[in-house]
């Protein structure tokens, strides 16, 4: 399922957060962005790095990223856990600029696994923060 839960309540308060998300200019393109993420980490084989590593953010746009991501991450999952859905997606919303700018200028699958492999460690944390909530990615048109 789209919101992957059991509990009347939590479903509802999931889908109330991705209806408000809808009505958000940033939408569409991070449905779309996210949609992206997943095939790219679905055709992905091998397992995908845990963390981050700073130090191998070499594009300016993968370091514009991550700091984005670094900073809202643990206030977007500290919400999560509060049942905060609808601002947690709304500050996610926050990343549509810094993601575009990231997919316009950076070659994810790099011939350097070195790169390659934080780069998808940096999308599977967009990814594991989106679907904490919901899979926007359904939102596709």
């Not at 509802?12 to 957060?17: K, N, P």
């Not at 993601?99 to 011939?111: E, I, L, R, T």
């Amino acid at each position: 399922s789209m919101t992957g839960t059991r509990r009347p309540l939590d479903f509802e308060q999931r889908m109330r957060a991705v209806n408000a998300f809808i009505e958000l200019p940033e939408a569409e393109a991070l449905a779309a962005a996210n949609k992206r993420i997943g095939n790219i980490l679905k055709k992905h084989d091998g397992p995908v790095p845990e963390s981050v590593d700073e130090a191998r953010l070499v594009e300016p746009a993968e370091q514009r990223l991550w700091e984005a991501v670094d900073a809202i991450g643990p206030r977007i999952e500290a919400m999560i856990a509060e049942g905060d859905y609808t601002e947690a997606l709304t500050r996610l919303a926050a990343l549509r600029e810094p993601v575009d700018a990231f997919f316009d200028s950076v070659m994810v699958m790099a011939d350097d696994t070195a790169l390659r492999d934080n780069r998808l460690a940096l999308l599977a944390r967009i990814n594991a923060l989106f679907l904490a909530i919901a899979d926007v990615s359904q939102l596709q048109a």
